[in-house]
C-alpha cells in the first residue's frame, strides 16, 4: 500500500454546491439507471481499460505502410530511413502483419503487438489486436476544403474543436467527448458510469477506478474516479508497518474518531462523511487487494517485468479485475496514464525505447488475462493527445489531429485495420498543413460508441454518454458504429 499524507488524502474528496442543473441531471440519470436495472441485472462481467498515452504518440511510425507504393509516400513525406532528420523507419526492419492487414507492418520495437494482431508466437490461435486509423476528435464530418476555409475565416460558425493542437485541450477532450467545450466538465467513462453503476453493480467501490491520478474521463455527474496506486488502496500516512502504538497511527485513530461524529454546519457533516465514506472504500479495497483472492499465483507473476513501471501497473488492473465479485462490480473502467510521448525532438530513438516498454507490458498483461480466463470480459483501447506532424522539424515531430489507436482483447475482431488509413502525402487529400497534420476521416465518437455499446450502454442512453453521436452514427441502428467488436 503507498502512503501518503493527510492533506494528500483529504484533497481527494471536493464537496461542491449544487445547483439546479445538478438536480435535473441527477433526475434524469435516476432514469437512466432505472431503465437499465429494469432490464435485470446480467450475469456477464465486463471491463474497459483505456491505456492513455499523453504527451501526443506519433502513431505513424507505430502503424506504418509495407506496401511499395504507400511506403514510398511515408518515406518521402518523413524523409528517408538513414537521411538527415529523416524519421521513415527501415521498410525491412517493419513488423509485417498477416492478411488482411499485410499492406502494413509494425515499429520494430512492437514484436508482441505483431503476434497479438497476428495470431501467433505467445498468442497463437486467435487474433486480440485490431486498429483504429486516422481517429480524432470531431464535433461533425469535415472536409479539408471546409476546414481550411474556417482557418482562413471564411466559414467562422463551422463547429470545429477548440484549441486544436494543444496538449491540454485535446486531451481533455478525448476524455470527454465534447471537443465544443462543456460548461461543467464531466468524461465519458463517467456518465456511463451514471448509468450503469446501479444496475450493475452493488458494491461501494466506484466502478471508474484510476491507476493514472485524478482525470476528467472517469467523472460523471453523480460519478467520481477512484484512485488507487499500482500497490493498492490510497490510505493515511501510517497505516501500515510498525505497531498500533505509534505516532502516525494513534493520530489515524484520532482522525478516524472525528469521522464516527455528527456536526451541525451541513457542510462539515457533509465533508466528514464523504471522507468516512472513502476512507473505508479504500481500506475494504486493500483488504481484498491483498488478500489471497487477489493473488496472480507465480506463473502469472513471472509475465511481468519488474522494472517496467507500466506492466507493473498493468499487473494492478488484472488483480482489480480478478477481485471484481469481492467488490461487488460486474462494470469496471479503468484509467492507466503512460506519459512522456511528446518527441519535438530525438523521435527515433525515444519512440523505440517507449514502444518496446509498452509492447513488454502489454504482451505480459494480455497474457496474465488469459491465463486467468478473464479476456473475454476485458477490452483495452488507446488514446492520446493526438498524433504529430508527419514531416519532421529537424529533429522530431510536432503536434498534429488524426492517430491511429489500438484496442484489443478476446471480444476483438483482430488482426483487421478499421476506419481509413490515410494518404500520407504532404499537402495531400488528408493533410490540412503545417507539416503534415492528418484530418481525422473517423470520429473518437465511433470509437467510443463501439466500445460503450459492448459494455452495455443502451441506445436510449448514448446521446447522454456521447452528445454528439448522432452526427456520426445513429445509436437505434443494428449496424455497429466501425465493427471492431466481434458480433
Not at 83 to 103: C, I, T, V
Not at 121 to 138: E, H, I, Y
Not at 158 to 170: M, N
Amino acid at each position: 500500500m503507498k502512503p501518503v499524507s493527510r492533506r494528500t488524502f483529504l484533497r481527494q474528496f471536493n464537496c461542491a454546491a449544487v445547483g439546479s442543473s445538478a438536480i435535473l441531471n441527477t433526475l434524469i440519470n435516476l432514469r437512466l439507471a432505472n431503465t437499465v436495472a429494469a432490464q435485470g441485472t446480467p450475469p456477464d462481467h465486463k471491463a474497459l481499460v483505456c491505456l492513455f498515452l499523453s504527451g501526443g504518440c506519433d502513431s505513424f511510425n507505430v502503424l506504418v505502410p509495407w506496401e511499395t507504393t504507400r511506403y514510398n509516400a511515408y518515406s518521402i513525406t518523413r524523409g528517408a530511413f538513414g537521411s538527415d532528420g529523416g524519421l521513415a523507419l527501415n521498410r525491412n526492419a517493419l513488423l509485417q502483419l498477416a492478411a488482411p492487414a499485410n499492406d502494413f507492418g509494425l515499429h520494430p520495437s512492437c514484436a508482441k503487438l505483431q503476434q497479438l494482431a497476428n495470431g501467433t508466437g505467445t498468442f497463437t490461435g486467435s487474433k486480440r489486436l485490431a486498429f483504429l486509423s486516422n481517429v480524432g476528435t470531431l464535433v461533425q464530418p469535415i472536409t479539408k476544403s471546409q476546414f481550411n476555409a474556417w482557418e482562413n475565416g471564411q466559414n467562422a460558425v463551422l463547429p470545429v474543436p477548440k484549441a486544436l493542437f494543444s496538449h491540454s485541450d485535446q486531451i481533455e477532450q478525448w476524455q470527454t467527448a465534447v471537443p465544443q467545450g462543456m460548461a461543467q466538465l464531466s468524461g465519458w467513462a463517467g456518465r456511463a458510469a451514471d448509468i450503469l453503476q446501479s444496475g450493475y453493480n452493488t458494491g461501494s467501490t466506484s466502478m471508474s477506478i484510476s491507476l493514472g491520478g485524478n482525470n476528467v474521463f472517469q467523472v460523471g455527474n453523480q460519478t467520481q474516479q477512484f484512485v488507487v496506486t499500482p500497490s493498492g488502496a490510497l490510505s493515511f500516512e501510517g497505516d501500515t508497518g510498525g505497531n498500533a502504538g505509534n505516532p502516525l497511527q494513534l493520530k489515524n485513530s484520532a482522525l478516524r474518531s472525528t469521522l464516527n461524529q455528527h456536526y451541525s454546519n451541513l457542510i462539515t457533516e457533509s465533508f466528514s462523511q464523504v471522507t468516512k465514506q472513502s476512507d473505508g472504500a479504500q481500506l475494504l479495497f486493500q483488504t481484498q487487494f491483498d488478500s489471497a483472492n487477489g493473488q496472480l499465483g507465480a506463473a502469472v507473476d513471472a509475465l511481468f517485468p519488474p522494472a517496467n513501471y507500466l506492466a507493473t501497473t498493468l499487473k494492478a488492473v488484472v488483480k482489480t479485475i480478478k477481485i471484481r465479485s469481492q467488490l461487488g462490480l460486474r462494470r469496471q473502467t479503468f484509467f492507466v496514464n503512460y506519459g512522456g510521448w511528446d518527441h519535438h525532438g530525438e523521435l527515433l530513438n525515444t519512440e523505440a525505447g517507449m514502444l518496446a516498454a509498452l509492447d513488454a507490458a502489454v504482451g505480459a498483461y494480455q497474457k496474465a488475462l488469459e491465463m486467468l480466463g478473464l479476456a473475454n470480459d476485458v477490452v483495452t483501447f488507446t488514446a492520446s493527445d493526438f498524433s504529430r506532424t508527419l514531416r519532421s522539424n529537424g529533429r522530431g515531430t510536432d503536434h498534429a489531429w488524426g492517430a491511429n489507436a489500438l484496442v484489443f482483447g478476446g471480444p476483438v475482431d483482430g488482426g483487421k485495420i478499421f476506419g481509413t488509413y490515410p494518404d500520407l502525402t504532404l499537402d495531400g487529400p488528408d493533410d490540412v498543413g503545417r507539416g503534415g497534420r492528418l484530418l481525422p476521416s473517423t470520429a473518437v465518437d465511433l470509437y467510443f460508441a463501439e466500445l460503450l455499446r459492448w459494455f452495455g450502454v443502451p441506445a436510449g442512453s448514448m446521446s447522454y454518454v456521447l452528445p454528439n453521436i448522432a452526427n456520426f452514427w445513429n445509436p437505434n441502428s443494428a449496424s455497429p458504429p466501425l465493427g471492431f467488436i466481434k458480433p
